[in-house]
């Protein structure tokens, strides 16, 4: 189950960031937006990416081109019909996953792998909507997927373990370092994350600390990188709230239930850097 081409589904930042990387890794890559805007948006990404890469000296121009010269981009899932592998990155919505993979099932040569990046919703329901349920599994890239070195390998009940050692490779090869979860909501990193951003926005909402108090000390008492209200902003409030829906129909723990601050900014479209505001404002 050797991979060369990789098709790639979803206009956002993930879809861009896994196409670079998977043409870094030498793979042919076509990427599938559901208009010709938003596809040749995602070219105008990567390309933006690489010229900042030779700018800052970590790539020559002709590994640039080179990486450039392997990525197309299309609106027709006809297109994606000889991809060794499928990797969809569209909305965190089950329903709208589904249909996609039933759709796929229909247009992919029969031994392909199709996979999700979700970061949440399980993987098996996607499956059991196709005839190749042992060649879907999940494979989640982290934001940035160019830069986060962690891909989690999630392995349905159905999936072979043909099909998770071909992704795995797969994600070595790209310069990643897989780990194999099993298909539970949250997986590893968003099952121990969440509840700690759900509680940093429940201390917010109870008046404890303000946001820049709160992220001060998460980064100056825990050593991490970015306080939660700059991730959130980060991952997007919309994202988040979707992730603790799932973790809380799953598990019915309280430590999942959204705050109620957070489903009041996602209604009033305050989501974070892709809207301009959320947690801060970057309109400036």
């Known amino acids: 189950m050797a991979i060369h081409k990789v098709g790639v589904i ?3 930042i993930m879809g861009s960031g896994i196409a670079e990387v998977a043409a870094t890794a030498g793979c042919t890559v076509v990427l599938r937006s559901r208009s010709q805007s938003s596809a040749d948006g995602m070219l105008k990404g990567l390309e933006k990416s690489l010229a900042k890469q030779v700018e800052r000296g970590k790539k020559t121009q002709d590994e640039a081109d080179a990486i450039r010269s392997r990525v197309s981009a299309t609106t027709a899932l006809s297109d994606l019909a000889d991809a060794d592998l499928i990797i969809e990155s569209v909305v965190e919505d089950l329903a ?4 996609l993979f039933a759709e796929l099932d229909g247009v992919v040569q029969p031994n392909a792998i199709i996979a999700t990046n979700t970061s949440t919703l399980p993987v098996v329901e996607m499956a059991m909507v196709t005839n ?3 060649l879907v599994c999940g494979v989640h ?24 050692r071909a992704v795995t490779e797969f994600a070595t090869a790209c310069g990643k370092e897989p780990v194999r979860v099993k298909d539970q909501a949250g997986f590893i990193v968003n099952a121990l994350l ?5 509680n940093a926005i429940r201390l917010l909402e109870q008046g404890v600390a303000t946001k820049e108090g709160i992220d001060t000390a998460m980064k100056g008492g825990c050593g991490f990188p970015m306080g939660p209200f700059a991730l959130l902003d980060l991952v997007g409030l919309d994202t988040s709230l979707a992730i603790l829906e799932a973790l809380y129909l799953e ?14 900014m996602v209604v009033a479209g305050q989501l974070g850097r892709k809207s301009g505001v959320g947690f801060y404002d970057y309109r400036k």
């Open 251 to 264: 598990f019915a723990d309280a430590h999942y239930a959204p705050v109620p601050l957070l489903k009041r």
């Open 10 to 12: 979803g206009s956002g």
């Open 194 to 198: 969440f509840p700690y951003l759900n």
């Open 96 to 99: 709208v996953k589904k249909a």
């Open 132 to 134: 190749r349920p042992a």
């Open 141 to 164: 890239f982290f934001n940035p997927a160019t830069a986060m070195s962690l891909v989690e390998i999630v392995a349905p009940i159905t999936a072979s373990d043909e099909t998770l």
